[in-house]
């Protein structure tokens, strides 16, 4: 049964950089047809998907979002990371990462980040 | 405001069906994607519902159903209970400039009356 867990840090300052760390165990990031990918929810608001990278590195970025974002693989840790530049209260939110095959079939249990001087 | 257009709210008495539309385009959707649901409860991660349509993972009650057609789905739940009230997500793609997207419903609340 795979499992991911996010860590950073959980306040940012405005205009900062956000990142993130999800950390799977119970399956090889590297193996198989899996994205890795970051959603997004801000308090009392809906999903929204920020993008997913393939263990090769290619990755898909939410056109909104995509000037702002980047996101790395490294397979000898097993684990994926989200940077977010720029950052303003409108960033606030719970991220959560994912496994993405056909659906989204595996959750962390998200982190709240919270951007405030 | 998201891709996929779901009703905010839905309710019942505990033992009816209700039902959640979720509408996109002809972009996602009716591009011949299909549709994925997702419950979550408040301060909890979402939880995979309905995948492929209309399949449930192992350990998801056959209450819940799922369907597609054209541009639209729907979930339905059949036999409501009180444990049954939260959030539901639908989810789908979307070919983009930089490849397959993941696009999200705004969510609905479902309250059991």
């Known amino acids: 049964q795979v499992q991911l867990q996010e860590s950073g840090p959980g306040l940012v300052q405005p205009s900062q950089t956000l990142s993130l760390t999800c950390t799977v165990s119970?399956?090889?990031?590297?193996?198989?047809?899996?994205?890795w990918s970051w959603v997004r929810q801000p308090p009392g608001q809906g999903l929204e998907w920020i993008g997913y990278?393939?263990?090769?590195?290619?990755?898909s970025y939410n056109p909104s979002l995509k000037s702002r974002v980047a996101m790395s693989i490294d397979t000898s840790k097993n684990e994926f990371s989200l940077s977010l530049t720029s950052v303003t209260a409108a960033d606030t939110a719970v991220y959560y990462c994912a496994r993405l095959y056909v659906c989204l079939d595996s959750w962390g249990q998200g982190t709240l980040v919270t951007v405030s001087s | 405001q998201s891709v996929l257009t779901q009703p905010p709210s839905v309710s019942g008495a505990p033992g009816q069906r209700v039902t959640i539309s979720c509408t996109g385009s002809g972009s996602d959707i009716g591009a011949g994607y299909d549709i994925h649901w997702y419950q979550q409860f408040p301060g909890t991660a979402p939880k995979l519902l309905i995948f492929?349509?209309?399949n449930r993972p192992s350990g998801v009650p056959d209450r819940f159903s799922g369907s597609k057609s054209g541009t639209s789905g729907s979930l339905a739940i059949t036999g409501l209970q009180a444990e049954d009230e939260a959030d539901y997500y639908c989810q789908s793609f979307v070919t983009g400039l930089s490849g397959l997207g993941v696009v999200f419903g705004g969510g609905t609340k479902v309250t059991v009356l």
């Open positions: 119970g399956d090889s990031i590297s193996s198989g047809d899996y994205y």
């Open positions: 492929g349509n209309n």
């Open positions: 990278i393939y263990h090769s590195g290619s990755t």
